[in-house]
């Protein structure tokens, strides 16, 4: 199972998330909770990057069970804010989607930073 966490600050901001496990919803190359859950993070860490101006720090492990944390930067301008955070919620809506159809699957949950 993918679990998720999406943690946020005091205002509410998504600061950081992280994705650990595999769905298992299929075999390996054709599991499609794997493949979306992977495909929408990826392409918020490259719009964060890309569209923010933003470089968030990252830690991957693909080959250990599958990990991803990706953690943004304390100091950013209110612009990159903005933009880092359409793009970090619309990644959490399309994966609270995916655990919709497939619960069995991926559990994502939000947080408040500690």
């Known amino acids: ?3 998720g966490t999406f943690k946020r600050n005091d205002s509410g901001r ?6 650990a496990g ?3 919803a299929g075999e390996y ?3 499609i909770v794997c493949a979306a859950a992977s495909a ?3 392409s918020a860490v490259n719009g964060v990057d890309a569209l923010a101006g933003v470089a968030p720090k990252v830690e991957a492990d693909n ?9 943004l930067p304390s100091r ?8 880092a955070q359409i793009l970090l919620e619309n990644l959490l809506i399309g ?3 995916v655990q919709e159809e497939y619960n069995d699957y991926i559990q994502i949950k939000t947080t408040k930073e500690n």
Do not use: R
Request: proline share 0%; charged share 15%.
């Open 22 to 24: 595999h769905a298992q």
């Open 40 to 42: 929408l993070a990826i």
């Open 95 to 97: 994966l609270q989607s």
């Open 14 to 19: 998504i600061v950081s998330f992280e994705l």
């Open 1 to 3: 199972m993918i679990k």
């Open 29 to 31: 190359g054709k599991d």
């Open 63 to 71: 080959e250990n069970g599958g990990y991803l944390l990706v953690t």
């Open 76 to 83: 950013l301008t209110q612009e990159q804010s903005n933009i």
